[in-house]
């Protein structure tokens, strides 16, 4: 099954302790990218990444680090987490950059 | 640089009544569209994309968009909603940097029965 997959689902966490939210595709996409999804912000773009090696941040980028070593993985790292950044985060996919997302099922982090 | 605003924070509609979600985006070329849906507790699902040709675009669960260049707006409509279509409704758009996708807050669906 094509699909995009997130780990863990749920997380919950201490101020400045850092983790890593994997994210991993199926469908040999080029495309991947985060979001985070805040109630009344609809989703922000965190980072997204065009191939293997290529990333670029996107509009909420601060306190936040990716990689793309593999085109199936794509990380997002969050080195000293703060109680700001509780949130639910989706991981996406696409094939050409111009087609729609397939979306992760989401990871709801909290930091206190 | 390119944004998309939802005016609808939440709608409610009469199960078998038609529904209208309002999208209006920024973008100074032809922009990319999409429209997904979040049922509770869910990932996103594309519903529908426009990139050119036909202004009016279908898509999954009976929904089809019209994009309408003059005023700015994707609006996304289905003849007859469902019970099943209560949900939250995404509005978004791309540019030429492929990579970088931009949402709308998004629009809750109430269906009343």
Redesign the interface.
């Known amino acids: 099954e094509a699909q995009v997959t997130q780990n863990p689902r749920y997380l919950i966490t201490v101020t400045g302790k850092k983790l890593t939210v994997t994210c991993s595709q199926n469908m040999n996409h080029e495309y991947m990218s985060w979001y985070r999804q805040d109630p009344g912000l609809g989703l922000r773009q965190i980072y997204y990444s065009m191939n293997v090696e290529v990333t670029d941040k996107g509009d909420v980028p601060e306190g936040y680090k990716v990689s793309r070593k593999e085109k199936r993985n794509f990380p997002l790292i969050l080195e000293s987490p703060s109680p700001n950044q509780t949130s639910l985060y989706f991981c996406a996919s696409s094939d050409r950059g111009l087609d729609g997302y397939t979306f992760g099922s989401g990871t709801r982090l909290t930091v206190v | 640089a390119q944004s998309v605003t939802q005016p609808d924070?939440h709608i409610t509609v009469s199960e078998g009544a038609s529904l209208e979600l309002r999208c209006n985006y920024s973008y100074g070329a032809t922009p990319?569209l999409?429209w997904?849906v979040q049922s509770p507790g869910?990932?996103?699902?594309?519903l529908l994309?426009y990139?050119s040709g036909d202004t009016l675009v279908q898509g999954i669960k009976g929904f089809e968009a019209e994009f309408k260049r003059s005023q700015s707006s994707f609006n996304l409509r289905k003849p007859s909603v469902h019970w099943s279509d209560a949900a939250e409704y995404?509005c978004a758009v791309?540019g030429t940097n492929?990579?970088?996708?931009?949402?709308?807050?998004?629009t809750t669906l109430t269906v009343k029965p």
């Open positions: 924070i990319y999409f997904y869910q990932g996103l699902q594309l994309k990139f995404f791309k492929a990579g970088k996708s931009t949402f709308g807050d998004g």
